[in-house]
């Protein structure tokens, strides 16, 4: 692994004496390349900052100091992070952002702390390698849910949970979404990803107003939200305090994982079977038990691969139209 500290030699498009044969891109893939390393700067950048957000949240929920942070605080973060099922890259990068700031603000770090790097190492030698399958959240779990339109908390879980299905989204991008990343058009909505799956370059997907298998429909559920919270601009889901405020951060993914389980146990489901992603899964599972085409869902997922996408053909839906079920009935 090379040196953090050492400053990296710029790519150059030769070796020798600096000219460069005519008709060569490569001056315009030099230009590329630096674009490339300042787009991830920018990234590293964001996913600390969300990483930091996240910490600052769970301390001032369980009464720790953020900067500097007590080692027992960080080790019990990782382990709020492992029991709620985020992958290790993930754990990995919040870890990492904490360290960044206190060494930033010159605070000795606690990631450092050998408590912290033996309850690290347990989580990576336990925690599975894979994300449990959680089960898909689907139309009719949602229409059977019921919420107080009179309560902020309630018009942000339903628009949450609404929108996170409609648009097949990653937990991150659900709470990376901002005012500005959206754009009303003929129809519907048009929501901006700015980094999916922490890559660099910027994805759309649409939403239409007419979704009548909803009611209210994503889009309407999402704006009674925001204008009740009186929200014009920054992250679209934010917290809301026990007395009815709307605070300025984001919503946490771990906030949406809650979100998730304690709608699912209100009506009737066990809560450990659902999670933030099975509002991804539910929207490429009720696609499938819809009849709805893979390329169609895939372009709402954006799924590159649609072997990654059957993976959401969950067995029931297999089961109800297996080609066994019509043999020998002639």
């Known amino acids: 692994m090379p040196d953090s500290d050492t400053k990296q030699r710029p790519l150059s498009p030769t070796e020798d004496d600096g000219r460069v044969p005519a008709g060569s891109d490569l001056p315009d893939l030099v230009e590329s390349a630096r674009q490339r390393a300042k787009d991830a700067e920018k990234n590293t950048a964001r996913i600390y900052r969300r990483g930091w957000e996240h910490f600052t949240q769970f301390c001032e929920t369980n009464g720790f100091e953020t900067l500097p942070a007590r080692p027992e605080a960080v080790g019990l973060f990782v382990e709020h992070m492992a029991s709620g099922g985020y992958a290790l890259s993930t754990i990995n990068t919040r870890v990492a952002a904490i360290k960044k700031r206190h060494e930033r603000n010159g605070e000795r770090s606690p990631t450092d702390a050998p408590t912290v790097e033996e309850h690290w190492e347990n989580v990576r030698e336990t925690i599975d390698r894979e994300p449990n399958q959680k089960a898909p959240v689907l139309m009719e779990h949602l229409r059977q849910m019921t919420f107080d339109t009179s ?52 994805e759309t997907i649409q939403v239409p107003d007419a979704v009548p298998g909803l009611e209210p429909t994503p889009n309407d559920a999402l704006r009674e939200w925001l204008t009740a919270a009186g929200i014009e601009s920054g992250p679209l889901f934010r917290m809301v305090d026990r007395w009815g405020n709307v605070r300025g951060g984001a919503l946490s993914g771990q906030s949406v994982y809650e979100i998730v389980r304690k709608r699912m146990e209100a009506i009737g489901e066990d809560p450990d079977e659902y999670g933030a992603h099975s509002l991804r899964a539910g929207f490429a599972t009720q696609a499938y038990m819809d009849g709805i085409g893979e390329h169609e869902a895939a372009a709402q997922t954006r799924h590159a691969s649609l072997e990654t996408l059957r993976e959401y053909q969950r067995v029931n839906v297999v089961m109800e139209d297996h080609p066994l079920s019509r043999m020998g009935t002639e």
């Open 151 to 202: 309560e902020l908390s309630e018009l942000r879980d339903r628009a949450v949970l609404f929108v996170g299905f409609a648009g097949g989204f990653r937990r991150s991008e659900l709470t990376d979404l901002e005012v500005r990343d959206l754009t009303e058009a003929d129809g519907g909505i048009v929501y901006r990803i700015r980094s999916p799956k922490g890559r660099a370059q910027t």
